[in-house]
């Protein structure tokens, strides 16, 4: 390969194709670098705005964050404390809520959320509906809809005293539910807003894998008899496979690092009800101008976030490996991935 | 992987990168005395960050101003309150990078800045501020200055807590406002007046989602010569007096005479208003200006009075906050932005412009003493609010030490009030878990 790669390159040209392994030696190799006329450095020229940008935007605050989580503002004077600040997160009371409560919005509003995808890229992909543009289209426009337009439509359906949402349900004799004062609805709210906005995404995700699902799968499960449930279970979920271990770890790291919802309609309230990780290090970073323990919970934040990842890809990839077997012994049909 | 992370996670993202770079700024940047932008000439542009009442008093100001310095042009600019709190933090951790020419500081955020960010904000005395000393009242000037005496601010609003009624709904109720001496006795009225007329006591932020909802308590417990921090700096928010004032908020509430309001600047307009009544509005004495600006169909119906003490006998004044007017060591054009400053907080003509402007309750005592300036007001039925807040910042009131930890302990007691208002929770209690909170997150040590 290594030998395959720098013949190739010796002799980039037209004729680059027609390299054979034993090539007979050429002249013009000796003067390769000058005769080509590009200079070795070029795809490092080509490379070196992303590279900029990854130093400057990426790397440095990364690195400088880390340096900041190990210092602290002691008199205006700031001092290197160690690991003083992780020490202090781990006895954190409230990082623990924030923890906790972002746990419990993980676990509840990714999986409905997911299901919701799976259920709207069916229904996208499906012959029978009409207008699918439309209506692919109306439910990934909430993806671009901007975090302050969003957050007051979001106050203005969820006000308990005033809000749309309320008044829909007192025609049916619900209500008033406290949406976002009440600590128990305020995380409702959460879920719901986060699921109005990024269920749309997903669902496209899933439609373009959905779309690489051969036909001739379903055709054959009809043949041998699989209703529409057995198809889907059979067919459907393991072909959305890949799309799956996507959407649940990206779903999972934005979950983990929630902070517009709570950040626009609750502001982490009532009583930290709705208090995110994201939120907590806003508030120690931006409101109490504590910026060592704020880049100590930003740091906390990827470990946990890279474990977890780490988990979903084991998980995934030992399901992988498996299969896909229709019910009935008939059908030999096991399609490799 | 990073560009096709859902927009979720930009939030963070950008914070974090923002708080990495911040902080490398804070480490290195040292701010420099810059002599030409002391010595320079009064012209150009200057930017003013304040927020909607205070920036109309400011706007007032520049016409007259910009006589005697014709080439100088000022730029005020509503950033919002609470948002200038954290651009001015952006700014300051940014080592001034983006921050105006005058910034329109509270008194709770002034220590906080002082001690955060050293040497960001200008030492007034450069430009012979210190002259003006003797001009303000002492306890408003020394919350402006740093420990050595530099001047980091030139009181704007000096308030003192107005304890605002409505006359209307307490004659309708049948209730003599004047004989009412305690809180304990307000709340005993306050039962009266929702039955005779459904209108609440008060209404309250419970939940506290838009804003803090602590002002209450703070007065409460000021009139109770109490506060967040003692003068050394210990917490004593769950002290005697701390959990007092709690207890009365829980009793008002368990009698269900207080409504909830979310916080935020529309819902005050409309209590003003009656659109969405109470009975009582105890506020810094700016609302008396607002009122009279915002709700000029309401006059008449509004009285002011001094607000009743706690225990019988007890403290009747108190200190509701304040306001500064302050130069950073950014700016380019600090001369110019001095004149400004001078001229419309340290001299009769540009006092007198700003408060008619927006009606900010000044500091500067020759205003306060101006002729007119305690006159009976028609829109108050002859009483005279500016002679209540006079008398009050006369009353020896409690020094309040914000401390440079007071968000936090703010934050901390909001969510003990939200235990005890929507979930019951026992006020000693929910007070000693914020205490502990707080002595947790700063180091500080609970008072004995």
Redesign the interface.
Known sequence: MNVLSSTARATAGPTAEAVPLDAAPRPPRRRRRSSIGHPRITPYLFLLPTIVLFLGFKLYPYLSAFWTSLTSNIGGVITFVGLDNYLRLLNDPLFYTALGNTALILVVQVPLMLALGIVLAVAFNSLLLKGRAFFRMAFFVPIVMGLVAYGILFSALFDSSAGIVNELLGYVGIGPIPWLVDPFWAKISIVIAMTWHYTGQNAIIYLAQLQSIPGELYEAAQVDGANGWQRFRNITLPGLRPALLLTVVLSTIGTLQLFDEPYVLTNGGPDNATLTVGMYLYQNGFKYFDFGYASAIGYALTVIIAVVSLIQFRLFRERAPKPISLKKPTSPKEKTR | MRF??????R???V???A??????L??CSAPSADNNATDGEVSGKITIWTWNAPGDGLEAAIPAFQKLYPDVEVDVQDVGNPAIW?KI??GM?AGGQGLPDVMNIGIDYMG?YV????GQLVDLRDFGAESLESEFPSGAWKSGSGADGAVYGIPYEVNATGFFYRSDIFEQAGIDIDSIETWDQLIDAGVTIKEKTGVPLYNQD?????ADSAGLWQLQTALQDSFYFDESGDITMNGEAGVHSLELIKKANDLGIVG???GSWDNLLAQLRGEKPTAIMPAGGWMAGVMENEAPEMAGNWGVRLPPSVEPGGITAAVNGGTYLSIPTASKNQKTAWEFVNFALGTLEGQKLVYEGGGMFPGYKPMLESEGFAAPSEYFNGQSPNAIFIAELAQDTPALNYT??Y??AL?AY??AQ??VL??GADPQQALDEAAD?VA??TGRKLAD
């Not at chain 2, 001690?115 to 050293?118: A, G, R, S, T, V």
């Not at chain 2, 419970?206 to 838009?210: G, P, R």
């Open positions: 096709t992370l859902n927009k979720r996670s939030g963070v993202a914070t974090a990168t708080i990495a770079a911040v902080a490398a804070v480490g954290e933090t952006t951790a906080n001690e955060q960010f050293p419970k939940a506290a989602t838009e909830d309001i979310q440079s930890d968000a936090r934050k909001t969510d939200t235990r929507l979930s909170q947790q997150q």
